[in-house]
């Protein structure tokens, strides 16, 4: 019995298991760095994205502050693209 | 008595009372507004908010008071976390309410131009707009806060449960309450209060409902029995003994055991969960009977399939079926033990499910925890004196030293703990022992049919094997590829479900189990580098599948485009592995960015190996790209013969490095590609299979010339694959030493049958020859020994033979024979 394929197949099980797992990200298309405030499972957070930089954060659930003071609730599914004040959710 | 951890509350509540208080007013304010007629949207979510939020604040008021109860301080953790999804759910949905209300905002901006005053109209409507926002905000401010605080409610009650853990483990009871008078009073009244309960549940629902209650046994019973008797024909091949004869297979004798053991419990499952939902959907129960019920027959269950895996097991009936050789004598008492263990563990569980329902006192506890340890060690330490293997002398042999020490040691240590006290742990270390050792055995008898049925030829050999290769029409190697999958896909399962029930039992939730496995399957950091090893499963799984794609649509492009277009062979072969490179090449792209491995550091690295990389391969490359030049240009295809290197053959197959030649020895030439480009190549089939045939014929010097020449065309031109166009030939070659040399020269349509026309020709020339007596001897393949000009004149009788030759003279010298020309023996036809 081929142990590699004995890892193989328990670790694809597993992994399809998981498959749909993601986190939400953050990506920064303007030229200043970005900073957000994430309250995830009751803590609160500062993530910082530099110019043209992208970051995950938030796995099940969180809700972020956008720099404008504006409250967002996220599920860990959505793109937040922030280009200086403007703020899309995809 | 114990003494509980006093919790600070105070700031949770104060946190609860703070962010409860602002939503209040938030609320208050927001109805206090004017109302636009008609709900809005957000009323829905905002109520929604509310809800949550108040189910929060009961749940932090409930805490204090169920510090002793795990079950229930569970269930609150598993309702804050609902409460806390249900939060962040809700204030999603506001994301398209709100982004209504910013697009009207601006088109109510828009309608005046900038720096004009707004009219009184719009203002008010830019003002009712901006108060729902604020009111949106300030919702999911609660929200928020909402969250914060469910996670830190998740988090007392964790901390609860860790210490109410820890004070059930170190308590230390008086057990000599347990020998009174008073507890064995509280044993009758608990008793008799139990069986107060089952009798009044029952004769109320004899009496009212008998008729539901027939209905859902016979139902029950139904279900059970089909379930039965279709899994017993399924699985009757191998289950029935006496096919395997007398050494069945180790396959046979797991799948036996496996089946033996699972599908009664099965049934009984299928039977006694039917039975409760019958009950439940036709209202028979109680729900304090509806407990009582419900432990009675997962208990029951427990022991029944205990008891059936130790009998599959062990086998007291047939020893060549045994899993496990032990003596013969030693096979039912320790199935007895077995079960007795089950048995004990099971009532156990099944009383403090029944302390649970009656809400019996604490000393009961006490009383059953210590029952529960005398009994369960009194019986491991029974099973570690069992001498259960044999010595190939044939006495009896223990358990290995290890094996007896470690089951002793579970045996006395909770023993010895009951006895100073420790009733808690004592209860809790055995029952984990237990509960953990079945499930690892129920895991390695898993784990067991897993590798019998990977083992090669092992199904094929079972009945079950050959019935379900007869009945689906299976080679011998798609079965045994089957059995490979079948057997990968039960270890999988076992692993599956047998890992996290043992977590589970150790006291892992379910749920931080399956994050915990997320988390380690998409995301594993190694510095600032994410592995995600489910992304390199379905890249893999994707190149798999996009190679296979490509292969069937070259197969396919072969067979119907190609095939149909008046392309030759070797170019078909050639755009045929063109195709297939490149659909390699996509496959392994689109894989690897699927698998998210990011190429750039790829490259660094590359680009620093390059130099040396370079020199070295720069054969191989070399070779390469010599390949595709061959593909592109093609001077040469399949089937064609080249002569190059010094070797002649036919063209086999032209890969990517090298070109298989065939000899007409039949001998694989592998020549590298560079070669071909680098070096002349004679192709002989290059644009057709023309070819000219050299026949050198010689005659001496008193032959009539005119004659032969005619001679040789005349026999150049009857030959039926000797072309008429260009026109046969004959050279006057030289005037020879010897003779005089001719050649006859004409073309052949097919290369290939050279061989056998310049024979024909030859046989020709010769007849005629003698036919009409010319004179030829000298000829270079027939030099006779001897004297030259000698034998000039010589006459011959018709068959052509000299008459009277003279002996060779010994005095002269012998001339040497010129060689042989070295024709090659070309294949017939072509390949």
Redesign the interface.
């Known amino acids: 019995?081929n142990t590699t394929?004995?890892a193989?197949?328990?670790?694809?099980?597993?992994?399809a298991?998981?498959?749909s797992?993601?986190?939400a990200t953050l990506v920064n298309l303007g030229d200043a760095p970005v900073t957000i405030v994430v309250?995830e499972?009751?803590?609160?957070n500062e993530v910082t994205a530099a110019p043209a930089e992208t970051v995950q954060f938030c796995?099940?659930?969180?809700?972020v502050t956008l720099p404008s003071g504006?409250?967002?609730?996220?599920?860990g599914t959505e793109t937040l693209e922030i280009t200086g004040a403007n703020v899309l959710?995809k | 008595m114990i003494a509980v951890a006093r919790i600070d509350w105070r700031i949770v509540k104060v946190r609860l009372a703070a962010f409860f208080v602002v939503f209040a007013l938030v609320c208050a304010w927001w109805s206090a507004q004017a109302q636009a007629p008609g709900a809005n949207p957000e009323d829905v979510v905002i109520t929604r908010i509310t809800d949550q939020l108040k189910a929060l604040t009961a749940l932090g008021d409930r805490i204090g008071a169920i510090a002793q109860d795990d079950q229930k301080l569970l269930q609150a953790r598993i309702d804050a976390e609902a409460a806390s999804r249900e939060l962040i759910n809700a204030s999603v949905a506001f994301r398209p309410i709100m982004a209504d209300i910013n697009a009207r905002l601006d088109a109510a901006r828009v309608t005046v131009p900038e720096g004009e005053p707004l009219p009184d109209a719009v203002q008010a409507q830019i003002n009712l707009l901006n108060t729902r926002k604020a009111a949106i905000n300030a919702a999911l401010v609660s929200a928020e806060d909402g969250t914060v605080v469910a996670s830190s409610v998740i988090e007392r009650v964790g901390q609860m449960r860790r210490d109410l853990f820890t004070s059930t483990l170190s308590q230390r009871v008086s057990i000599r309450p347990v020998f009174t008078q008073a507890v064995w009073q509280e044993v009758r009244a608990e008793f008799f209060d139990l069986t107060r309960r089952v009798t009044s549940w029952a004769t109320f629902t004899l009496r009212f409902k008998a008729a539901s209650m027939v209905w859902a046994l016979m139902l029950a019973l139904s279900a059970a029995l089909a379930f039965a008797i279709v899994s017993r024909r399924f699985f009757a091949p191998a289950l029935i003994e006496r096919h395997g004869g007398d050494n069945p297979s180790y396959l046979l004798r797991v799948l036996s055991a496996t089946a033996s053991s699972l599908l009664p419990t099965a049934a009984l499952a299928v039977f006694l969960i039917g039975l409760i939902v019958l009950f439940t959907s036709f209202q028979l129960l109680r729900p304090d009977i509806t407990d009582l019920l419900a432990a009675l027959f997962g208990v029951v269950l427990l022991v029944f399939f205990i008891q059936r895996l130790a009998r599959a097991v062990l086998r007291p009936s047939a020893p060549a079926w045994r899993l496990v050789s032990v003596r013969q004598a030693v096979a039912a008492p320790l199935i007895w033990l077995i079960t007795a263990l089950g048995v004990v563990t099971g009532l156990d569980l099944f009383l403090e499910a029944v302390s649970n329902v009656l809400d019996a006192p604490f000393s009961l506890t006490i009383g059953r925890s210590v029952l529960f340890v005398v009994l369960n060690s009194a019986l491991l330490i029974a099973l570690a004196f069992v001498r259960p293997f044999q010595t190939p002398e044939g006495s009896a042999l223990g358990w290995p030293k290890a094996l007896k020490g470690l089951l002793l040691a579970v045996g006395l240590v909770p023993l010895a703990a009951v006895g100073l006290g420790y009733a808690g742990f004592a209860r809790f270390a055995t029952q984990q022992v237990v509960i953990t050792s079945a499930i690892i055995v129920a895991m390695s008898i898993g784990f067991m049919t897993a590798r019998a049925l990977g083992q090669e030829n092992a199904l094929r050999q079972t009945n079950f094997g050959h019935m379900v290769q007869t009945r689906f029409a299976l080679s011998d190697a798609r079965l045994d590829s089957l059995a490979l999958v079948a057997s990968l896909a039960t270890y999988a399962i076992v692993a599956i479900f047998g890992v996290p029930l043992i977590l589970m039992q150790w006291g892992f939730q379910l749920a931080d189990i399956i994050l915990a496995t997320t988390r380690f399957m998409t995301d594993i950091r190694i510095g600032s580098v994410s592995i995600s090893i489910t992304s390199i499963l379905i890249g893999i799984v994707i190149f798999l599948i996009g190679y296979f794609l490509s292969r069937r649509f070259e197969g396919w492009l072969d067979q119907n485009v190609l095939a149909r277009s008046r392309i030759d062979r070797g170019a078909r072969a050639s755009i045929r592995t063109a195709v297939g490179y490149a659909g390699i090449a996509i496959a392994v792209l689109v894989g690897v960015s699927v698998a998210g491995i990011d190429l750039s550091s790829f490259a660094l690295v590359a680009g620093a190996l390059s130099l040396g990389i370079g020199f070295g391969l720069q054969n191989i490359v070399s070779n390469f790209v010599s390949g595709l030049i061959l593909l592109a240009e093609r001077p040469f295809k399949e089937g064609d013969w080249i002569e190059a290197a010094g070797i002649n053959g036919i063209v086999k197959k032209v890969s990517v490095r090298a070109t298989e030649i065939e000899t007409f020895q039949k001998q694989s030439v592998i020549l590298p590609n560079s070669n071909l480009i680098n070096q002349a190549v004679g192709n002989w089939t290059h644009r057709n299979t023309l070819a000219r045939v050299d026949i050198a014929v010689g005659v001496s010097y008193g032959a009539d010339v005119i004659r032969v020449q005619e001679i040789l065309r005349a026999v150049a031109l009857d030959h039926p694959k000797a072309l008429k166009t260009p026109a046969p030939f004959v050279m006057f070659k030289s005037f020879g030493a010897e003779r005089l040399e001719f050649e006859l020269r004409f073309h052949i349509a097919d290369l290939f049958e050279q061989v056998g026309v310049q024979t024909d020709v030859r046989f020709e020339i010769i007849r005629r020859f003698r036919a009409e007596g010319v004179d030829t001897r000298f000829m270079p393949e027939e030099t006779p020994l001897g004297g030259l000009n000698e034998n000039a004149g010589v006459p011959t009788d018709h068959a052509g033979a000299a008459i009277g030759v003279q002996p060779p003279d010994p005095t002269a010298a012998i001339r040497p024979v010129p060689a042989a020309k070295a024709e090659p023996l070309p294949k017939r036809g072509k390949s």
């Open positions: 019995m394929l004995k193989i197949l328990v670790l694809g099980s597993f992994a298991l998981t498959a797992a993601h986190a309250t499972d009751g803590q609160r796995m099940a659930g969180c809700f504006e409250r967002q609730a996220l599920t959710i």
